[in-house]
């Protein structure tokens, strides 16, 4: 990278480029820098839920502790990723991670990482005995850092199935009211971007069965590979402008057949495949 609109960023005592704008975090990962996240994902915009990615930055007037995922760069600065300061806060964040969430292997590697300690410093509320959890609500009450990617992944869909609720130590992520929700497409998106694993989906002959409800799988028409749930290629289908209400579904394929498919058509016409 270079210009005249680059901006000069010392890290760790090494001198790089970066664009005006771009997040500290971006510039450390396209440099091979090693800065921890949770919350952050490359196809999501920036949370800075976690706090984890916090490093110091220096731009003329003393180091400030600033989330690096959404810290935008619009001066010539310096930053340290690595420092005791940062090293401390990161161990008190993963601390408190941890009693939150005692289950997962990727938060149990970041503690030994930094030498989190084994004595917990932290509580947190759980549900009163006798309440009764479903496996699945167990697993997430254990497992579930708060990070909001599921809420966020869900929302850019444009479903909005699930969200963030409550506050303090009763903050959970679920449907509305803990019930099955009608606007879950079944689509297993908040299952994958989730860090953590906390949010678990089953899947069994044709049918997945996610935040209480079921749903039956659609096998491709050319491949015969399961690939999507009936929610989720109708809700796909509706949201590209290629059906109506009220039409049936044509025949069903998977995203490497219909490419196929358009390169075969493609080829028919001018020759030539895409």
């Known amino acids: 990278m270079s210009g005249n609109s680059a901006l000069k960023v010392k890290i760790n005592g090494k001198a790089y480029e970066a664009e005006k704008d771009e997040y500290i975090l971006e510039v450390c990962r396209r440099n091979c820098i090693p800065v921890p996240t949770l919350c952050h994902h490359d196809s999501l915009s920036g949370l800075g839920a976690c706090r984890l990615c916090v490093v110091e930055v220096n731009e003329g007037n003393g180091n400030k502790v600033v989330v690096s995922c959404v810290y935008p760069l ?16 990161r161990k008190t964040i993963l601390s408190m991670l941890r009693t939150r ?40 009450s254990a497992a579930c850092i708060l990070c909001g990617r599921c809420a966020l992944a869900c929302s850019s869909l444009g479903t909005g199935a ?3 609720m409550g506050r303090g130590t009763i903050k959970k992520v679920s449907t509305p009211y803990d019930e099955a929700s009608a606007d879950c497409i079944g689509c297993g998106s908040c299952a994958e971007v989730c860090p953590t694993k906390a949010i678990e989906y089953r899947e069994t002959k044709g049918q997945r069965s996610i935040w209480g409800r079921d749903f039956k799988i659609l096998s491709c028409t050319a491949c015969g ?15 590209a402008a ?7 579904l044509p025949s069903v394929l998977c995203e490497t057949c219909r490419r196929r498919k358009s390169s075969d058509v493609f080829a028919a016409a001018f020759g030539e495949r895409i």
């Open 101 to 140: 969430a005692p289950e997962g292997d990727l938060l149990a590697a970041l503690c030994q990482m930094y030498g989190v300690a084994e004595e917990k410093r932290f509580t947190v509320s759980r549900p009163e005995k006798g309440v009764t959890e479903s496996p699945a609500a167990k697993r997430l």
């Open 162 to 164: 699930i969200s963030t």
């Open 225 to 239: 590979k399961d690939f999507a749930t009936e929610e989720e290629y109708t809700f796909a289908r509706k949201k």
């Open 74 to 89: 619009n001066r010539d600065c310096e930053v340290f990723t690595d420092s005791e300061k940062i090293k401390g806060i």
């Open 242 to 248: 290629r059906e109506t209400a009220g039409e049936t």
